[in-house]
């Protein structure tokens, strides 16, 4: 039986609403599926009420994006697992969600300064168009590059980044992030269990990605996503392995963001993933 447990929805930076993304789940015949919007759990009631109707198990998480900090070169990015839904669209007061809704604040001069930026470039967009993208989602850069391909700007999302809104192009703006340490701490006060979305994305090969991975296992680290969507068998093979020499358990998922990524499906990512359910099993035997 196959799940998947990474996905994000219009709570983030996704195109289906969190209750969409459930349905895609049933009718891709997963047995489970986890939510694991960016830097947020507003989409997580709507998504567990909608996984009861479809009967399939809903994982409540999120995906945080964590601060370089100057040890490694790309981006990391933190899925928790197993976030308590009982108290609500905000989780009560759980110290994970309660950060989030500091970080929302921050968020919004940043996106004007993006906005701000690409009309000093000659883009004619508005913060209004923006957030209209977004809805009631936290506004991220995909909502910025869908808009700029409504005004003609750009022919594609990916161009999008490519030319304007990537680290290093010209509307590229640094955000305020959550440090490792602080992440994985929140996380496990918050009664999560860690693993690490797409790994290679860090930008470390070798004997660095594998000094750095024993670094976050000791810090506390639960697991490893090798079994990534856009990933080739022989890298999630290895990833596996880097996992498994640091004691942790994998993860896998497709990272399905709908319009947004369309070559990503939820259950299939490109075409050929099939997470096995054992894996939720081994996470959720991590849960303290």
């Given at each position: 039986?196959?799940?998947?447990?990474?996905?994000?929805?219009?709570?983030?930076?996704?195109?289906?609403?969190?209750?969409?993304?459930?349905?895609l789940a049933a009718g891709a015949g997963l047995v489970a599926v986890a939510l694991t919007d960016h830097d947020t759990v507003g989409g997580l009631a709507e998504a567990a009420a909608e996984a009861a109707r479809a009967g399939v198990r809903l994982v409540p998480g999120c995906e945080i994006?964590?601060?370089?900090?100057?040890?490694?070169?790309?981006?990391?990015?933190?899925?928790?697992?197993?976030?308590?839904?009982?108290?609500?669209?905000?989780?009560?007061?759980?110290?994970?969600?309660?950060?989030?809704?500091?970080?929302?604040?921050?968020?919004?001069?940043?996106?004007?300064?993006?906005?701000?930026?690409?009309?000093?470039?000659?883009?004619?967009?508005?913060?209004?168009?923006?957030?209209?993208?977004?809805?009631?989602?936290?506004?991220?850069?995909?909502?910025?590059?869908?808009?700029?391909?409504?005004?003609?700007?750009?022919?594609?999302?990916?161009?999008?980044?490519?030319?304007?809104?990537?680290?290093?192009?010209?509307?590229y703006m640094e955000r305020d992030r959550l440090g490792v340490e602080e992440a994985l701490d929140l996380a496990r006060a918050s009664g999560g269990v860690t693993s690490v979305a797409h790994p290679h994305s860090i930008g470390l090969t070798g004997d660095d990605l594998d000094a750095f991975?024993?670094?976050?296992?000791?810090?506390?680290?639960?697991?490893?996503?090798?079994?990534?969507?856009?990933?080739?068998?022989?890298?999630?093979?290895?990833?596996?392995?880097?996992?498994?020499?640091?004691?942790?358990?994998?993860?896998?998922?497709?990272?399905?963001?709908?319009?947004?990524?369309?070559?990503?499906?939820?259950?299939?990512?490109?075409?050929?993933?099939?997470?096995?359910?054992?894996?939720?099993?081994?996470?959720?035997?991590?849960?303290?």
């Amino acid at each position: 039986m196959a799940i998947d447990l990474h996905t994000h929805s219009t709570a983030s930076d996704g195109s289906a609403s969190p209750a969409e993304v459930v349905r895609l789940a049933a009718g891709a015949g997963l047995v489970a599926v986890a939510l694991t919007d960016h830097d947020t759990v507003g989409g997580l009631a709507e998504a567990a009420a909608e996984a009861a109707r479809a009967g399939v198990r809903l994982v409540p998480g999120c995906e945080i994006s964590c601060e370089p900090a100057g040890r490694f070169p790309g981006t990391m990015h933190l899925l928790v697992y197993f976030l308590d839904v009982s108290g609500g669209p905000d989780l009560g007061t759980l110290p994970l969600p309660a950060r989030f809704r500091e970080l929302r604040e921050a968020r919004s001069t940043r996106n004007a300064r993006i906005v701000a930026t690409l009309n000093d470039h000659g883009v004619d967009i508005t913060l209004d168009d923006v957030l209209a993208e977004a809805g009631d989602g936290t506004v991220g850069r995909p909502h910025v590059a869908a808009v700029l391909v409504r005004a003609g700007a750009v022919a594609s999302v990916q161009e999008a980044f490519d030319v304007w809104l990537a680290r290093g192009r010209p509307a590229y703006m640094e955000r305020d992030r959550l440090g490792v340490e602080e992440a994985l701490d929140l996380a496990r006060a918050s009664g999560g269990v860690t693993s690490v979305a797409h790994p290679h994305s860090i930008g470390l090969t070798g004997d660095d990605l594998d000094a750095f991975v024993a670094a976050l296992a000791a810090a506390g680290l639960d697991a490893l996503e090798a079994v990534y969507g856009r990933y080739s068998p022989s890298e999630r093979d290895d990833l596996a392995e880097l996992a498994a020499r640091h004691g942790l358990a994998v993860t896998g998922g497709s990272d399905f963001h709908g319009t947004y990524k369309p070559d990503l499906a939820v259950g299939t990512g490109t075409g050929d993933l099939a997470v096995p359910d054992r894996l939720l099993d081994e996470l959720e035997a991590r849960l303290r």
